[in-house]
Structures are given as C-alpha cells and as structure tokens.
C-alpha cells in the first residue's frame, strides 16, 4: 500500500481546493488595499508626500510623488479588477523592491522609534513582494476581467 499523507484529504485542502478562486480574489483585494491606503494618504497630504520624498534626495520629488501615485492607482485596478494580472504582479514586485530601497532603509536611522517604524515597513514590503510572487504564479483566478477576456 503506497504512502498516503494525512493532510491530501484533510478538510484544510478540500476548503481551499474548492475556494481557491474566491481566495485568490479576496488576495487580490487585500493586497492591493495596501495601495489604495497610500494613494489616499499621500492625496491627503500631498505635499508632505513630496515633502518626504525631497528628505530622500529623490530627484524631481514632485515629478516622483505623482508618477508613484499614478502607478498605485493603476496597481491597484488592476489587482481589484483582475486585469494584466501577472504583469501588474511583476511591476508591483519591482515597485514595491524600489521603494524598499528608496525609502526603507531602516538601517540609516538611529536606533529608536523612528529605526523600528521603518524596519517595519521594510518587513511589510517584503511581504507584500511574497504577495506580488504568489499572484505572478497564480494569476487572477476565475473571478477576475483576465478570466472573462481569455473566453
């Protein structure tokens, strides 16, 4: 009798089997509120996004501020709606590298809040780039317009 693992058939598997689909939309949501979260506080305060950027000797901050704007808006459609999915996985994985380099290195600030605070949005981003990988394999599931437009 050939080796049979307990967890191939355990309730676990069968729920996520059968749910894939409606998890890998629920994902994608999540994943892109991080983006909508962003583009919302830095409309809100626009000119302390700049502001920051301009901290960072970032060239062009304003220029930088808008196109990063513009790029979390379109991450995030196309995410919610399920649309150039895993072309918009890879740019979210390189957006997101990027600005972990730009903006998140914790290891430049002195020991303290402000060193914990960025470490942990550097660790967030790397999740989030865990995230941008699982849906670059996955793609955008049944529920998604990447689906409806393949027929």
Known sequence: ?????????????KFATGSADLLILVGRILLAWV????????LGNFSGSVGYFRSLHVPAPLLFTTAT?????????????????????IVMFLFVFSATAIGHRYWEYPAGAQQ??????????????????????????????DRRLAG
């Open 116 to 145: 914990i605070g960025q470490y942990n949005h550097f660790l967030k981003n790397i999740s989030i780039m865990g995230g941008a990988l699982l849906i670059f394999v996955t793609g955008a599931g049944r529920f998604s317009l």
């Open 35 to 42: 983006f909508v979260g962003s583009v919302y506080g830095a």
């Open 1 to 13: 009798m050939p080796f049979r693992s307990p967890w191939s058939t355990s309730a676990i598997d």
């Open 69 to 89: 704007v513009a790029l979390e808006i379109l991450m995030s459609a196309c995410l919610i709606f399920g649309v150039g999915t895993r072309y918009c996985a």
